[in-house]
């Protein structure tokens, strides 16, 4: 069946050291979405990418899909506090149309 | 509305009680997930709705566990006799429709199984 592995499962970073998460499949995803969940909170939704190859930034933060559209990453550049939080790849369900499967997502601790 | 609403908040129930968690959706949303979050794990998807049909229940876990929703508005999802295993946030999230549409989630609803 469908697989998505998110590496690292922690990351601790000094304030203003950059920062990977890394999302695999073991399948050809047709799109991918990225979340973010704050200590405490809900997901919230940070980007999708579609195509092959793709890079969209937010600031800080750089999304890439991969050539072949079985990898993903999130790059934060200069980490702040702000980004403390568990970030979730969530590719499209194989044979769900409209429906998501999320990765097990990367914690992210920013020391001050 | 403006955003997706769950409720309760916080549930607190014995084990082998019946518990109903509810969400209403973002208005003209046709998409609804439910998810389950144990305390410093990942999202484990539950069921998905498109209009009040369920085209994908695959991640109920037993038979206890049951979801409707009523029309592209309101879903309950209900847990029969409650283990301590239930014990979780659950998440309701709808979007615009499946598939390229962001999800937005609800705050969650805490179960707690004494």
């Known amino acids: 069946g469908q697989q998505v592995m998110q590496i690292p499962q922690y990351q601790h970073v000094q304030e203003g050291e950059d920062f990977t998460t890394y999302c695999n499949s073991s399948?050809?995803?047709?799109?991918i979405q990225w979340y973010k969940q704050r200590p405490g909170g809900h997901p919230v939704f940070l980007i999708q990418?579609?195509?092959?190859?793709e890079v969209k930034k937010q600031k800080r933060l750089t999304f890439q899909f991969g050539e072949a559209k079985k990898n993903s990453s999130l790059h934060i550049t200069a980490t702040q506090t702000t980004d403390v939080g568990t970030y979730f790849c969530?590719?499209?369900?194989?044979?769900?149309?409209?429906?998501?499967?999320f990765g097990k997502g990367t914690k992210l601790s920013v020391k001050p | 509305g403006a955003g997706v609403s769950q409720s309760p908040s916080n549930k607190v129930t014995e084990k082998g009680k019946d518990v109903e968690l509810r969400c209403d959706p973002i208005?003209?949303?046709?998409?609804l997930y439910w998810y389950r979050q144990r305390l410093g794990q990942g999202l484990e998807f539950l069921i998905y709705?498109?209009?009040?049909?369920?085209?994908?229940k695959s991640g109920l876990p037993s038979d206890r566990f049951s979801a409707e929703r009523t029309g592209e508005s309101v879903s309950t999802l209900t847990i029969q006799r409650t283990q301590q295993e239930d014990s979780a946030v659950y998440l309701c999230?709808?979007?615009?429709?499946?598939?390229?549409?962001?999800?937005?989630f609800g705050p969650g609803t805490r179960l707690t199984v004494t």
């Open positions: 999230a709808s979007s615009f429709t499946g598939g390229l549409y962001e999800q937005y």
């Open positions: 399948t050809t995803l047709s799109n």
């Open positions: 990418l579609v195509k092959s190859g």
């Open positions: 969530a590719p499209s369900r194989e044979g769900s149309q409209g429906n998501l499967i």
């Open positions: 208005s003209g949303h046709t998409a």
């Open positions: 709705f498109q209009g009040n049909s369920a085209p994908d």
